[in-house]
């Protein structure tokens, strides 16, 4: 090619990246939205909405944990879970219990009145999620934000981990999204509040690898206490807590280890990590530790930064694309 060949397809590639729209891989940082809307302190308005919430209902924590994991699993932290759709991802099987997205709504209300088109639908999830941790008394830990919301969200992407995986399978996933056993276990300790479904481990407590008894890694009386709530012939899918400890169930403490390590996991992933060579210490660690918070927050951040290389936009409605003008 001639050096004038050259010199034009360079400024064509420059004149491309110049009008594609913008990256959802946007630069993330602390305190990103000070100064975007006046005066007004965003983090705070989306606070005053979370603790109102939670304030009626407790359980928000567990749906704003899920929701952020499921969420960030898939193209990055992008909100692609939030949009509505006959094939968008909040169709596809494990997202149908995902639950808070009116919550997830009011704040954008909040936020759009006083300051509108600035705040991204994914990062008021990653927002909220971090205070509702806090007000469970998980500690708080400082986000970074400007992220954009993404263009993409089909059911037939969402590729998250199921509950009878191996711990080998989930590390697997997990390192797919540059995260590590450890910061795995610190976040399967998002399990320390929230519910699950009988259908999800009903075969540990009847039939477990079809050999017609329960599996061997609970404890007897756990399955005894489980089996009237999750009975074998029910037509409901009940629900039980994920941390079976009754004064700590909707906490956000390191309670869930020390369940594990009594065999009183609830769902198989859960119970495996306690014997899994790659993370039975860290789950013992873990059980007695007194800086669970902070690593759990940490391991929250790590979560919080997986990024779509998809461009992106900032929503007006967090359900669905803006409309070109
Ligand atoms: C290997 C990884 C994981 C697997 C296999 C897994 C699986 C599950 C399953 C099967 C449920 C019950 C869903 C239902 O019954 O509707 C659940 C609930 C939950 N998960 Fe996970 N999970 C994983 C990782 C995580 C992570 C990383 C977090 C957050 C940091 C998280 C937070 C939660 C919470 C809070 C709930 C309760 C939700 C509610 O109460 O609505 N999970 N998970």
């Avoid at 959802?24 to 305190?31: D, I, K, M, W, Y």
């Avoid at 704003?64 to 596809?92: P, W, Y």
């Avoid at 390590?261 to 660690?285: F, M, N, P, W």
Wanted: hydrophobic share 45%.
């Amino acid at each position: 090619m001639s050096s004038g060949g050259r010199l034009a397809l360079a400024l064509s590639v420059v004149v491309l990246l110049a009008f594609t729209a913008p990256c959802s891989a946007a630069t993330l940082q602390a305190g990103f939205y000070k100064g975007k809307c006046g005066l007004v302190d965003v983090e705070s308005v989306v606070a005053t909405v979370v603790a109102a919430q939670f304030a009626r209902d407790r359980s928000i924590v567990a749906a704003l944990l899920r929701m952020q994991f499921h969420d960030c699993f898939v193209n990055g932290c992008d909100a692609s879970i939030l949009l509505d759709g006959s094939s968008s991802e909040k169709t596809a099987g494990p997202n149908l219990s995902v639950r808070g997205y009116d919550l997830i709504d009011a704040v954008k209300a909040a936020v759009e009145a006083i300051c509108p088109g600035v705040v991204s639908c994914a990062d008021i999830i990653v927002m909220a999620t971090r205070d509702a941790v806090a007000l469970a008394k998980g500690g708080r830990y400082g986000v970074q934000t400007g992220r954009l919301d993404g263009k993409v969200s089909l059911a037939r992407n969402v590729n998250l981990p199921g509950p009878s995986i191996t711990v080998s399978q989930a590390a697997s996933a997990f390192a797919q999204k540059g995260l590590t056993i450890s910061d795995m276990v610190l976040l399967l300790g998002g399990h320390t509040v929230g519910i699950a479904h009988c259908s999800l481990f009903q075969d540990r407590l009847y039939d477990f690898n079809g050999l017609g008894k329960p599996d061997p890694t609970m404890d007897p009386k756990l399955v005894a206490a489980l089996r009237p709530r999750c009975p074998q012939s029910a037509t409901l899918d009940n629900t039980v807590d994920l941390d079976q400890n009754p004064t700590s169930a909707l906490v956000v403490d390191s309670s869930y280890y020390k369940q594990v390590l009594a065999r009183r996991g609830v769902l198989q992933i859960d119970q495996e990590l306690a014997s899994d060579r790659r993370s039975k210490s860290l789950v013992a660690t873990l059980a007695n530790a007194t800086d669970f918070s902070a690593r759990f927050g940490r391991a929250m951040v790590k979560l919080g930064a997986l990024q779509s290389r998809l461009p992106g936009e900032i929503r007006r409605s967090c359900r669905a694309l803006n409309k070109r003008r």
